[in-house]
């Protein structure tokens, strides 16, 4: 019955996005005639709104009040329905119901509890579900808690969500139905890729899609904005707090991704410019450009279009990247199930979405007013500076990914790396962090290339510093790296500047939120230039009692034995580690078996010290008796997750002080 | 201006949807074909890997068309393909080969357990000779023509079917 109940509330939640869509049409249409007391505030508020879209001075938020109470109630039981759906699914594999084709194929009874739960969306159908369970309750969240913005707006913009949600629903029901029973069930099931088995699995793709989703988000608010042509401060305060959302996730997702890749993997890389690692790149590069670009939006009511075109991109790239992985049109690592014709039902919901919404860009951006100008020299100057070197980087990243399509479809086969991603993007990414220093330093609106000299003078002096320290110190063999470090040193510097000498009680929690994120960039960048310039690495293969250094351990192969854990079983290596004459410590690499379905795993043993991780691979024995060890002394390197922490950490600051600073305006304006 | 500049990211997307749409329509052929098919044969010259049989040198694989295959005794569809390759060699044809990253003793087990239809057996330790052809994986067989010429390329295990293509292929190199 569970598995009939879920496909029933999914069919319901697709019924009620759909009366969502229609009742937002009339809403919105009534909306255009009829423009809420809010809006008209801060048409005053600002004042390059006097000639600007809005004229109309009907001030009733009662014109549009019934049918928006419909709405946002049934906003709310669409996404309580889908969330309903899911929570049944997940239902289904905690009981490990084997007549269920999903759970029998990815489940299987002996599994730990956590992967059970975590296999409900470690698939295809799952995953796509869980899309739009939170696609549905984001929908939710804006009818419930979005006051900001105009009535047609909001209808606009909840009517937009509601026709996202009914291509995926639609996507569900016809090409990917997750509760498709299994007559007669299996008597057990095939099990979960062993690789998935781990507990970055359970967070990991929940997290990218909250981000992915959340840009939906933004992207219906854009929608929203065209269709009613209002496109201002209000507009853009109200997208914001959905954008750094979905821009943590996206962070912790894409850190946690390279993370779990990192160590699960056994290769002792962090990042491997992989198609599907590209299609989560892809959105976060233009939700930073985005975040940024509606700050301008907020504060100055400057780049209308632009925050417009970048929220639109944002969500196609989410998009793209979800096609990308499901269609298989390109070469990974990740090897989802590939089938044609989910590929092309997702390409033409990719086509319907982003080609109507480019349309409507086109058709409609011409007739929003320009917004307030400013000066070349200004915070908006450098924003606008850092949104294009972030189009570039993003623009490099998709013609690398989409490359190999293009030279396909020409004849010629390739693929493309690394060598490429790393020669094209550091010098632009260098530049950029150039920029994230320098911004935060100049003020709004106008400022004074002398002025800025001055303020950058400290951090331009520590970056080089550092450069002579460490130039001197390693030379000119790695001599991009050590400008890399040298620059993350004058960022991380220059990041703080704007808290030092200031009542740090009183200074708003999004300006310590932009402190932390530009402090991670700088942690981060610092942990790759580290790692790619100073890591060791090291492949032997020896006996039992032999011993091997690299970087400045000592590693012993102490001996290897079988172990065993609840659906695996293993051959372990000890190693004997010693730093110089430091203590001794002890590593336990592993292979693991896993029966079902077989497969053979590397577990990587990683010791993290406080300046960098030592990493040991066990690989195959001979017949002679030696085994192969594969080890990597990686310096610094725990510094790019941390950067990724902090800058994660950065955003929810800024999300918070945001949230709490509107909610207090609001207060205010109502007393 | 400004008009047509507004127009440019729905006619850029439409340009990257026509492209992965092609790339939906027609599957990517995932093989990697030699650029080396229709060119001499690069010129070889690996050592012998077992006593009492040749190793290669390009100059000696003239005169007649004949086989070239590219196996070594750790790969399982090259045990897939040996019946293939015998019922070639019983039909006259004359099959070379490479083996790539082998031992002799390994090699010695392989042919006494698979049967032998090699003429002359290379040793190519560090896959050189296999790059150079344009071979990127075990096991391959490429047609030599007459003249020296690699006229055709088959990749993966020659299966029971593919047996009379390859003589086609044979007798067209001739």
């Not at chain 1, 969500?315 to 990247?321: D, E, L, T, W």
Request: glycine letters at 10%; hydrophobic letters at 55%; aromatic letters at 8%.
């Amino acid at each position: 019955m569970i598995a009939e109940a879920g496909l029933a509330a999914l069919w319901l939640a697709a019924a009620f996005a759909l009366v969502q869509l229609v009742l937002a049409w009339g809403a919105a249409r009534a909306g255009t005639s009829a423009r809420s007391e809010h809006d008209e505030r801060q048409s005053f508020s600002s004042e390059e709104e006097k000639n600007g879209a809005s004229t109309s001075s009907a001030r009733t938020t009662s014109g549009g009040a019934a049918p928006m109470t419909a709405l946002r109630r049934i906003a709310l039981v669409q996404g309580l329905l889908a969330l309903l759906s899911f929570v049944l699914l997940i239902a289904l594999f905690v009981r490990s119901d084997m007549s269920v084709v999903l759970v029998a194929e990815n489940s299987h009874s002996l599994k730990p509890m956590i992967y059970k739960v975590a296999g409900a969306w470690g698939n295809h159908e799952g995953s796509m579900l869980l899309w739009v369970t939170v696609l549905a309750a984001a929908g939710a969240g804006v009818a419930m808690f979005e006051r900001r913005l105009a009535v047609g707006t909001l209808a606009a913009t909840l009517g937009a969500q509601a026709a996202i949600g009914l291509g995926f629903y639609a996507f569900l029901a016809f090409a990917s139905n997750p509760f498709v029973r299994l007559d007669p069930a299996a008597p057990d099931g095939r099990g979960l890729n062993p690789l998935l088995q781990d507990p970055g699995l359970a967070f990991h793709p929940p997290t990218l899609y909250l981000g992915y989703v959340g840009l939906s988000v933004a992207f219906s608010f854009a929608v929203g904005a065209l269709l009613m042509r209002d496109v201002g401060p209000a507009f853009a305060k109200a997208m914001r707090p959905w954008v750094l959302a979905a821009w943590i996730f996206l962070t912790i997702g894409i850190t946690a991704g390279s993370y779990w890749a990192y160590y699960e993997l056994g290769w002792g890389g962090w990042w491997f410019w992989d198609p599907v690692e590209n299609a989560s790149l892809m959105p976060w590069l233009a939700a930073t450009a985005l975040l940024h670009s509606v700050t301008v939006l907020a504060t100055r009511d400057g780049l209308r279009a632009w925050t417009l075109m970048l929220a639109l991109v944002a969500f196609a790239m989410s998009m793209i990247g979800t096609f990308l992985v499901r269609s298989g049109i390109l070469v990974s690592v990740h090897a989802f199930a590939v089938d044609p014709t989910r590929g092309t039902f997702i390409l033409a919901l990719l086509g319907i979405y982003i080609g109507g919404a480019l349309a409507l860009f086109g058709a409609r951006v011409g007739t929003i007013t320009q917004g307030s100008t400013f000066q070349l020299v200004s915070r908006e100057g450098a924003l606008v500076l850092n949104n294009l070197l972030l189009s570039v980087i993003l623009g490099v990243v998709f013609i690398g990914t989409l490359y190999p399509l293009a030279a396909q479809a020409a004849g010629v086969q390739l693929s493309i790396g690394a060598p490429f991603f790393n020669k094209a993007l550091v010098p632009v990414a260098l530049a950029l962090a150039v920029a994230t220093a320098a911004g935060p330093l100049l003020r709004w609106r106008r400022d004074n290339m002398n002025a800025l000299a001055k303020r950058a003078l400290v951090p331009a002096a520590a970056a080089g510093g550092a450069f002579a320290v460490i130039f001197a110190l390693v030379g000119g063999a790695h001599f991009v790296s050590v400008l890399a470090i040298a620059l993350a040193v004058g960022l991380g510097v220059a990041s703080v500047v704007p808290v030092v000498r200031r009542n740090l009680r009183r200074t708003p929690l999004h300006v310590w939120g932009m402190v932390i994120a530009h402090l991670g960039v700088a942690v981060s960048i610092a942990g790759m230039a580290a790692d790619s310039a100073f890591k060791t690495e090291r492949l032997a293969a020896i006996s039992v009692g032999q011993n091997v250094t690299v970087g400045p351990f000592r590693v012993t192969l102490a001996d290897v034995h079988p172990a065993i854990g609840p659906n695996w079983s293993a051959l372990e290596a000890r190693l004997q580690v010693r730093r110089g004459d430091g203590e001794m410590f002890e590593l336990f690499p592993q292979q693991r078996f896993f029966s079902t379905p077989p497969t053979n795993t590397n577990e990587a043993a990683i010791t993290t010290l406080l300046d960098g991780q030592l990493y040991t691979v066990l690989g195959q024995g001979d017949a002679q008796g030696r085994w192969q060890i594969r080890l990597w002394w990686k310096p610094f390197v725990t510094l790019i997750w941390l950067g990724g922490g902090l800058i994660a950490l950065g955003g929810l600051l800024a999300l918070i002080g945001r949230v709490r600073r509107e909610r207090r305006a609001d207060a205010e304006a109502e007393e | 201006m400004r008009r047509v500049l507004l127009w440019a990211p729905l006619v850029l997307f439409a340009l990257v949807f026509a492209l992965v749409a092609s790339g939906l329509l027609r599957p990517a052929d995932r093989t990697v074909h030699s650029a080396m098919v229709g060119k001499p044969l690069p010129a070889l010259a690996l050592p012998a890997l077992l006593p009492g049989k040749p190793g290669i040198a390009s100059a000696e694989l003239k005169g007649k068309p004949r086989l070239l295959n590219v196996f070594a005794s750790w790969c399982i569809p090259c045990i897939a393909e040996a019946p293939q390759l015998m019922k070639l060699k019983q039909a006259g044809v004359e099959i070379d080969a490479i083996a790539i990253r082998d031992t002799p003793e390994a090699v010695q087990a392989f042919l006494a357990s698979n049967g032998d239809p090699y003429a002359r057996i290379g040793d190519d330790k560090a896959s050189r000779a296999q790059l150079a052809l344009g071979s990127s994986g075990v096991p391959e067989t490429f047609v030599i023509d007459a003249a020296g010429r690699i006229a055709y390329q088959h990749i993966g295990d020659v299966r029971a079917d593919d047996v009379p293509m390859l003589l086609a292929q044979l007798e067209k190199a001739k």
